[in-house]
């Protein structure tokens, strides 16, 4: 494979910290690389210098003669005055563009909902981020560096961009670098893996999968101090193995070695035993959705957000959202907190519920803003429990990424991503059942959400998730939710059932777009097309439907023991198990019938 840049002992240091030190690497053709790290490591920095954007204090940058580069960075500098259209082919004649396949996927895949002959300087930032990555993609460079290109984007964008990726350039040709918080993008199109820590570039094969294992190998290596962070990448790395859809044929690593690590390590959950705490703290009656319905007023009458919405929410449920932007995700949430009166229908709660919201602001922090993180820590509780143990609030900001040091630092000079685990820290601390989670990815790099996903694992109470990401979403929730046209539907195929519906319905499709700039398709091209692709969804969702079965055939034989080893005096406690097992089976019986379904029809 040919080199195309290279760095040559590079250092780098900002005033208050070493960010790079002598780091040696190179990239060539056919390279798809993931960049981890905390955040303030160092990951948009080294994407900056191999940009050559910025220069570093000593060594240098070299690039093959004539090498087209390119950078999304996250500043999206858009003149006002440009239309869509203009940002994103320029001056390029109308008919040229529209009559290249590649650019009309592009504008479908990312601007499908947007009118190209719109002024940028009215578009929201997501859509103006939305502009920039595909003005880029637009281009053909040899290499492309993406910092966080999936924010701003739904879960079709973020599975659309994937796909862009894998198939833009033929096998060794052209060369990716991307900074991203999405593990499951990480996988998905990365092939090698540079951490950024301690002034450092430790490079790993394999996406994220394989680079958790290697981590996983080099953490059991090191020193006693490092045996915290051990602990929860053997965690991470189990969850991997054992539940995450299509991990184990992609990274090439040694799944013997994965299995003997993850040998003795239990259930990332034991949801038997929080749906039981939860149902201790809470009673029986969580949440019930009758009947909801939700409009907004519009000049020529009212504009319909939800219909009908009927949904039951029990003690312990963990239950994902999913929807494309503008579906009212945050409005459903915003009904159930009680922060926003629906237009009909009924909601009931239960008198013990208590309902705590991790929204995509911090706007809770801006009254202690000037006060220190010690100070706002000392009026909350003085212990916390997770996972059968007693935690200190100091131990809990250990876990998430604080320093002994940085407790007396003023809240206000906090970054983002500390702010959101400071704001995760509190709510936990005030102990409520019900915990609403809208978008909680927000700033936190890869480290930090697997510490927070580790907190919640032993949180027993009821959790809500509204999020693009689905790494996350198939992490802590056991179960999904679409929002659709409005209305609320069961996904028992998971994150695969709703790309699928989306497919099916999605109006940002290539084929709009070629009949809107006057090009064309055949019929049998446009069917084949669709076929290939409806097969593909349909194996996909037979897989996520099996897994899930085995998850609950797992869970009646839980509740079978349980029931044997249970006092049989105890007509209440047998009732209760006797319940979970009823809704389990039938769960069960309605995934069987799905999956018989469905299997019928990818024959």
Not at 97 to 104: G, L, Q, V
Request: proline share 4%.
């Amino acid at each position: 494979m040919a080199h195309l840049l290279g760095v040559e002992d590079i250092t780098l240091e900002f005033p208050t910290k070493q960010v790079l030190s002598k780091v040696r690497l190179g990239l060539a053709d056919g390279d798809r690389v993931g960049l981890v790290g905390r955040n303030g490591d160092g990951k948009s920095t080294l994407l900056r210098l191999l940009a050559e954007r910025i220069e570093p204090d000593s060594g240098k940058v070299v690039h093959r003669n004539g090498l087209q580069v390119s950078l999304l960075d996250q500043a999206d500098a858009l003149p006002a005055g440009q239309t869509i259209r203009d940002a994103v082919v320029g001056d390029v004649p109308d008919h040229v563009w529209a009559s290249d396949p590649r650019i009309r996927d592009i504008l479908a895949g990312l601007l499908g909902d947007l009118e190209l002959s719109s002024d940028v300087a009215g578009l929201s930032g997501g859509q103006r981020r939305r502009i920039a990555l595909a003005r880029l993609l637009v281009g053909e460079p040899e290499v492309i560096m993406l910092d966080e290109p999936t924010n701003h984007l739904d879960l079709e964008g973020v599975t659309w961009l994937a796909e862009h990726l894998k198939r833009r350039w033929p096998a060794n040709r052209g060369a990716l670098l991307v900074v991203t918080h999405d593990r499951w993008f990480l996988d998905e199109v990365c092939t090698s893996t540079w951490e950024v820590h301690d002034g450092i570039v430790e490079p790993f094969e394999g996406g994220y999968a394989a680079y958790v294992l290697q981590r996983v190998e080099r953490d059991r290596q090191a020193a006693a101090t490092e045996a915290r962070r051990q602990n929860l990448m053997r965690k991470e790395l189990a969850w991997l193995r054992r539940g995450a859809p299509a991990r184990t044929s992609k990274p090439k690593f040694r799944i013997e070695a994965a299995n003997e690590l993850i040998r003795s390590e239990p259930p990332v959950r034991d949801s038997v035993e929080l749906s039981r705490m939860a149902t201790a703290r809470l009673g029986k009656d969580v949440l019930e959705l009758h009947d909801v319905t939700k409009s907004y007023p519009a000049e020529d009458g009212e504009i319909p957000v939800l219909t009908g919405i009927d949904w039951m929410i029990g003690p312990g449920d963990r239950f994902g959202l999913l929807g494309p932007n503008g579906a009212g995700k945050s409005t459903l949430l915003k009904i159930i907190t009680g922060e926003v009166e629906p237009s009909g229908g009924r909601i009931k709660r239960g008198k013990t519920v208590q309902v705590a919201v991790l929204s995509q602001q911090l706007s809770e922090l801006d009254e202690v803003a000037d006060e220190r993180i010690s100070d706002v820590i000392g009026r909350k509780r003085t212990s916390y429990v997770t996972g059968g143990k007693e935690l200190t609030p100091g131990q809990l900001l250990e876990r998430l990424g604080f320093t002994s040091a940085q407790l007396a630092t003023p809240i206000k000079d906090l970054s983002g991503g500390q702010k959101r685990r400071l704001q995760l820290l509190l709510i936990l601390l005030d102990e409520p059942n019900v915990l609403v989670m809208d978008e909680p990815t927000n700033d936190l790099d890869t480290d930090m959400l697997a510490a927070m996903e580790d907190l919640l694992d032993t949180w027993p109470g009821t959790l809500l998730v509204a999020s693009h990401d689905r790494y996350l979403l198939e992490r802590i929730t056991d179960h999904q939710y679409a929002l659709l046209d409005g209305q609320l539907r069961h996904l028992p195929g998971g994150v695969e059932q709703y790309l699928q519906l989306r497919s099916g319905a999605d109006s940002r499709t290539s084929s709009e777009v070629e009949t809107s700039s006057g090009g064309s398709r055949s019929s049998s091209e446009v069917e084949t097309s669709l076929s290939a692709a409806e097969l593909r969804n349909l194996r996909k969702e037979v897989g996520a439907i099996e897994r899930r079965m085995e998850k609950v055939q797992a869970l009646i034989d839980t509740l079978h023991a349980r029931m044997a080893d249970h006092d049989h005096a105890d007509y209440t406690g047998l009732a209760g198990l006797n319940e979970e097992l009823r809704i389990a089976e039938s769960e069960l019986g309605e995934l069987e019938e799905r999956w018989l379904e469905l299997s019928e029809q990818a024959e």
